[in-house]
Each structure stands twice: as structure tokens, then as C-alpha cells.
């Protein structure tokens, strides 16, 4: 398994942008899907987007679509989420999450390791 650690959260004013990174210690990084999720108080922790082991296939939530971006660097062992025209919707604690995949594809649960996760806030 890998081990996670993102950053990058903070507070912004509705309409700003952030850049979240995810860093992953272990081997073989380029052998795991990656996924971003996010939990809003109250509520539980959902799919944002994520990516597929090479980086050619991402998916999104229909709600981020358009305005996230998921991205990687194998090289770095570092999967990014370029947030862009932020909503007060999108506050929450934004985690980061691998699985180890025989394809390249982008799973969206049976995500095997976590972070602990960084704090988004988005001012209205």
C-alpha cells in the first residue's frame, strides 16, 4: 500500500481557485488509480474525480465537471486537483485515495489507502 499525505486547502472566496496535491510514498505509484473525495459537514464522504494509473482517463462528478481538474505526475509520485470558479458547495475536507488496478481505468470505490485529508472553505 501506499502512504498519503495531501495539501493545499485553505479558505477562498467563491469564484477563486485552488490546487490540492495528494503525495504518496511506496513503490510502485504508477500502478494505482487515484481518486479525490470530499465530505461537507453533515454529510457523507462522495466521489469528486479521479484518474487512472497512466493519467489518460479521468473521471468527474457531475457537480465538479467543467470546473475541476485532476492531473498526475508519476515522475513526482503526486496525483493534483486544480479547483477552479469555486462554490460555497464545495467546502468540505478533501481527501485523496488509491487502489491498485489490472487496468487502466478509473474506479470510483474500492479505494484501499487514504489520507488524512485537507480543509477546503469557500467564502459566499
Known amino acids: 500500500q501506499v502512504q498519503l499525505v495531501e495539501s493545499g486547502g485553505g479558505l477562498v472566496q467563491s469564484g477563486g481557485s485552488l490546487r490540492l496535491s495528494c503525495a504518496a510514498s511506496g513503490r510502485a505509484f504508477n500502478t494505482y488509480a487515484m481518486g479525490w473525495f470530499r465530505q461537507a459537514p453533515g454529510k457523507e464522504r462522495e466521489f469528486v474525480a479521479g484518474i487512472s494509473w497512466s493519467g489518460t482517463k479521468t473521471h468527474y462528478s457531475d457537480s465538479v465537471k467543467g470546473r475541476l481538474t485532476v492531473s498526475r505526475d508519476n515522475a513526482k509520485n503526486t496525483v493534483y486537483l486544480q479547483m477552479n470558479s469555486l462554490k460555497s458547495e464545495d467546502t468540505g475536507v478533501y481527501f485523496c485515495?488509491?487502489?491498485?488496478?489490472?487496468?487502466?481505468?478509473?474506479?470510483?470505490?474500492?479505494?484501499?489507502?487514504w489520507g488524512q485529508g485537507t480543509q477546503v472553505t469557500v467564502s459566499s
Open positions: 485515495a488509491a487502489v491498485r488496478t489490472s487496468w487502466d481505468v478509473v474506479p470510483i470505490r474500492g479505494f484501499e489507502s
